[in-house]
């Protein structure tokens, strides 16, 4: 397996932020020409970034085992990129981390809607409410699934899969 960065994607990257940068020096009118990137530039900036990477990893590694847990989660990564000092991207990242947090939450709202026939699955608790349960404890042990937490899309996908063509492929 190559840890190659892909090179279109750090190409348009580059070129992205080249264009803004250009539109803020010099106006609009010179921002929509092609700007050339020499192919040894690209790969500066690949290298660099995956350097970069490799480096906010390992630290982000390291505060995750401090707190004697296995998997890195978006605050190890955010620690990180403080003690890295790169303590001015913290506030930007959480909040792009945040959009893309809702983003997903709407994403997965609007699936479930459209896979229920537009009906939403039931809550646990909204069960166990309407069971008069207070604790909630029988509705979890019903099997009821919360919409969005714990969800595997790939496995969704496979047991959708196997549910259309009536075949079980579990030995």
């Known amino acids: 397996m190559s840890e190659d960065l892909p ?6 990257i580059v070129k992205a932020k080249l264009l803004e940068l250009a539109a803020a020096h010099y106006g ?8 050339p990137i020499h192919k040894d530039a690209l790969l500066a900036f690949s290298e660099s970034a995956k350097i970069f990477i490799h480096y906010l990893s390992a630290t982000a590694n390291d505060i995750c085992r401090e707190s004697k847990r296995q998997t890195i989660n978006a605050e190890d990564v955010l620690r990180a990129v403080e ?3 790169f303590g001015e991207f913290v506030e930007p990242l959480r909040s792009a981390l945040e959009v893309y947090r809702e983003e997903n939450q709407n994403k ?5 809607f459209a896979a229920n026939g537009g ?14 349960n207070e604790d909630g404890d029988e509705a979890d042990n019903q099997g009821e699934e919360d919409e969005g937490e714990g969800e595997d899309l790939e496995d969704d996908k496979e047991e959708e899969a196997d549910g259309e ?7």
Do not use: H, P, Y
């Open 108 to 112: 997965k709202a609007q699936r479930g």
């Open 83 to 85: 003690e890295i000092e």
């Open 7 to 12: 090179r279109a994607n750090v190409k348009r």
């Open 119 to 132: 009906k939403r699955k039931r809550r646990a608790s909204d069960i166990s409410a309407l069971n008069g």
């Open 28 to 35: 609009d009118e010179k921002t929509s020409r092609d700007l």
């Open 165 to 171: 063509d009536g075949s079980d492929t579990s030995s």
